[in-house]
Every structure is written in C-alpha cells, then in structure tokens.
C-alpha cells in the first residue's frame, strides 16, 4: 500500500479530522505524512501570550501528537503565519508540490487527506485546500505518476453527505490523546469529546457504507476530484 499525506491549515486539524484513521493506517505500518501549513499564531487562547510564543506553543503540540499517532515521518511544520497574501500562498504550494514529487516518485502516494475546499466553515481551511489541490495536480504533472485518492475531511463542519466511512472505533482512545496534546486548544472547549459525539453520530447513521456492524466511532470523508 502507498503512502498517505494528511495537510493540516492549522497544527491540531489532523488530530481533529482524520485522527482515527491516521492511527488505523499506523497500525497496518502504512507511511502517513503530517504535512501542517500555517503555525496556529493566531488561535484564539484563553491565557496572555504573544503570537510568535503561541506558535512555539504549537509547535511543541504538533509534535507530541504526532507521537501519540505513532507516526513514522516528523511532521513537516511549513511554519507560515497565514494564507492570506499570494506571497504566502505560493510558498505553500511550493512546499506541497515538492512533498507531493518526493511521495509520488519514492512511496507511491495512494491518499491524500485534506479540508473541504467549499464546504468548510473555515477561509483558511478552504484556501488550503485549493492550494492543496493544486500543488498535487503539478506534482502529479511533473512525475506522470498516477493521481492518488483525494479525500476531504470534516473540522467542525459535518458534512451533509460522506462518500466514505472509515471505522475508528479501536483507535478512539488514540485520536483522544493526540487531541489532548493540543493543550493550548482544549483550554477552552473540549476539542475531543466534539470530535468524539460526531464520529459517533457517523456510526450510528453508518447504513450502507463500510463501516462493519457494531462499529462504535467511525470517521467521514468526502471524495475529492483533480
Ligand atoms: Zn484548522
């Protein structure tokens, strides 16, 4: 099986949004790369401290989750403030298409998990998204390598309808902790028990789709097209 790229706007959108399956693909010892975009300096925080501290904050957040995945590769922290200048934007998708080249061309890039470019709520997570998009359409352009499976995941958007459902239910407790390393961000809200109540609603609304009878927790994607 091929590799996997996960790009994250924010440091905790992985852990948020595809955390379950993250854990799942570690533990069948598939290759998931953590690729986060923007360094989360401006998060919203409940405790005095400056932007560029709050970005170190985060930092050391986004490395301890990803250890609480397992996952094999560092993540790669692309360390921008935001998406909002073109400058921004080019730099982004600059980085992007040359990971996409090194996973295409070295461990056959099979999936590519990132936000909804229209339906989520969030103009960060949709303008990652586009450049997402675009930097894997090059990529895939520059090695003639075949497309990989795009697949949109949910931050606090549910989507009104998935195209596919991965059970998470053995991996919840896992997803739990590497929300919970996103201390700065559960000050305030409980990130993972929201994230819990919707992978558990996308269980029990499971009907048709893979997730297996007596499935417990499930994550849901929407597919994606270049
Ligand atoms: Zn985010």
Redesign the pocket.
Known sequence: MGSIVVV???P??LE?GVGGTVARARAEGRRVVSVVVTD?RRSPRSFECRDDEMAAIRRTEAVAAAKALDLDVPPQLLGLPDVKSEATRRDAREALEARFRGELADHGLAEVFV?HPELDR?A??RTVAEVTLQALVAAIAATGAAAPDVWFYE?WSPFPKVDRLVDIGPFVDVKDRAIAAHASQCRDKDYADGARGLSRYRAVFAESHEVTTGSTHAEGFVRGAL
């Open positions: 994250s706007p924010h905790d959108d948020i989360g936000t969030h960060t997570h931050i």
